[in-house]
């Protein structure tokens, strides 16, 4: 999975994320973080699972490639609704995902 974003700074992305998960009650199960070269999604209730994405400048912004996942043994049944979830936020928030 590949994101792009048009924002080329990486905490404005994180930002936007952010605020569009709000005061939603994903927002408990949820932590996005970004450090300089990756993108870090941790899904946290009976077990946490990760996702690791790396980042890479694009033409117009940042491009995010998924690039490891550790899905904890709870979480595996429901991974892609939450995947679908994430697609929807990362969407909301000025992203594109390409398959």
């Known amino acids: 999975m590949r ?3 048009n924002e080329s700074d990486r905490n404005k992305v994180l930002e936007n994320i952010k ?3 709000g005061q939603r009650k994903l927002a408990d ?3 996005f ?3 300089p070269g990756s993108l870090i999604v941790k899904i946290s209730k009976l077990g946490t699972s990760e996702l690791s994405f ?3 400048a694009a033409a117009n912004g940042i491009e995010y490639t998924l690039t490891g ?4 043994l709870a979480h595996r049944a429901f991974k892609s609704e939450v ?3 994430i697609i929807k936020i990362v969407e909301k928030a000025g992203g594109t995902v390409v398959a």
Do not use: R, Y
Not at 69 to 72: D, L, V, Y
């Open 19 to 21: 605020s569009v998960l």
């Open 69 to 72: 996942e550790k899905i904890a």
């Open 29 to 31: 199960l949820l932590d």
């Open 83 to 85: 995947t679908e979830k």
């Open 54 to 56: 790396t980042e890479k």
């Open 3 to 5: 994101v792009k974003f």
């Open 33 to 35: 973080s970004v450090t």
